[in-house]
């Protein structure tokens, strides 16, 4: 990827792919004129894209559906690119490609506008570094977890309210969700696997159950309805309990569409060109916000508090080596000649130094969050334990 170094450009430029590369720049020429503009009108004429930024921070907490969250838009497309692509790297397994991951967190700018308060002194690119990667991670763990449920797994992880809106969103008519949701309610009531199976692959319901589950159905729907219905067959539930899930997972987790690709019903263009002023939330990102947002910020507090006690209790010549590593951004072998000592020495103070904060961290999380301290979980703590570091030398050396 070229760098922009031009204000204006690191302001009014966007990234544009192709395939799965970085191919250029592209210049929006609104943005353009609104850059110049106010470089023009600028007295001394101020040239640090940090200003730039707090600047336009500051005009979209007022107006923030303005020409502000463009700008900034335009602003973190670098910071995105390379916390997608440190971030899809810890996930072997994933489907996504790098425009994929760069949509998913771009299309939650919001979520990184909200939650940066520069009158702390923090860098909008340092926060939206974590935020971002923080925000593909739990996209990618969510959509994993509902890719490896079985369909009876995924029916009993539901909750009323996100099978209605599912149904809804699918464009069913409110009779025929009755139905579905008085059948998924039967199935749950009827369908009580064994605590010993594993909860992401429950097997299907046993012919008993199924014919339980349709006759629970028959007596609570006659209970409903004041005209008599036809009895409802159990491969007939089962059909309507398939179709809940297929809903379910295209609601709560829409394809991602490549951000290249031709826009419908536009003889040319690319959707990424509609991007501006137009992204909209996922649902997903609605339910973090909604459901998940409390418990991550306190999970933040409880990391940097347990990572900052933890860095107290290092030696002062491995608080020093860090501050010149993550602070002064010196490389192993500057920061040998200063301590007049071995490259090799600084790699291995700083693997040990590493281990150190990662065993801290990792036995915390486990304590705490009940988390298994898996290879993958490990190597998510590592990149954590990184981000920090990076942000808390750097945000010192303000």
């Known amino acids: 990827m070229i760098p922009r170094q031009d204000i204006v450009q690191i302001f009014a430029t966007f990234i544009q792919f192709d395939f799965d590369r970085f191919n250029n720049w592209i210049l929006d020429p609104r943005l353009r004129r609104s850059m110049n503009k106010c470089l023009d009108e600028t007295t001394p004429k101020e040239v640090s894209e940090n200003f730039w930024a707090i600047y336009w921070h500051k005009r979209w907490q007022k107006q923030p559906k303005g020409i502000a969250r463009d700008h900034l838009l335009a602003y973190l497309q670098e910071v995105c690119f390379w916390s997608t692509k440190k971030t899809l790297t810890g996930f072997t397994s994933t489907q996504y490609s790098i425009p994929d991951g760069f949509q998913i967190a771009i299309a939650r700018i919001d979520k990184v506008l909200k939650g940066f308060d520069g009158d702390r002194g923090f860098k909008l690119k340092s ?49 025929v969700q009755k139905k579905y949701i008085l059948a998924w309610n039967c199935f749950k009531n009827i369908y009580v696997p064994e605590r010993s199976a594993s909860t992401r692959r429950l097997a299907k319901p046993s012919p008993e159950a199924w014919n339980a589950i349709a006759d629970l159905y028959n007596q609570q729907r006659a209970l409903q309805v004041s005209a008599p219905e036809s009895a409802i067959s159990p491969e007939t539930i089962e059909k309507w309990l398939l179709i809940c899930v297929k809903t379910s997972r295209s609601y709560l987790y829409p394809d991602v569409t490549s951000i290249n690709k031709p826009k419908p019903g536009y003889e040319s263009g690319e959707v990424a060109d509609s991007l501006i002023g137009e992204v909209e939330e996922s649902l997903l990102s609605e339910m973090i916000i909604e459901e998940e947002i409390e418990e991550r910020n306190q999970q933040q507090t409880q990391i940097n508090q347990i990572l900052l006690s933890a860095l107290q209790k290092l030696k002062p010549d491995d608080q020093k080596l860090l501050e010149l590593y993550y602070g002064q951004k010196l490389k192993q072998e500057q920061i040998a000649k200063k301590l007049n000592t071995q490259q090799y020495n600084i790699s291995r103070k700083l693997s040990r130094t590493r281990k150190s904060l990662l065993k801290s961290l990792s036995l915390s999380i486990k304590e705490n969050l009940h988390i298994s301290l898996t290879s993958d979980v490990l190597k998510n703590i590592s990149v954590i334990i990184e981000e920090w570091l990076s942000s808390h030398y750097h945000t010192n050396q303000q």
């Open 127 to 175: 926060y939206a570094s974590i935020t971002f990667s923080n925000l593909i991670r739990e996209f990618l763990r969510q959509r994993q977890e509902i890719d490896i449920c079985s369909e009876w797994s995924l029916l009993r992880k539901l909750s009323q309210k996100r099978l209605q809106e599912s149904l809804q969103n699918a464009g069913l008519s409110t009779e």
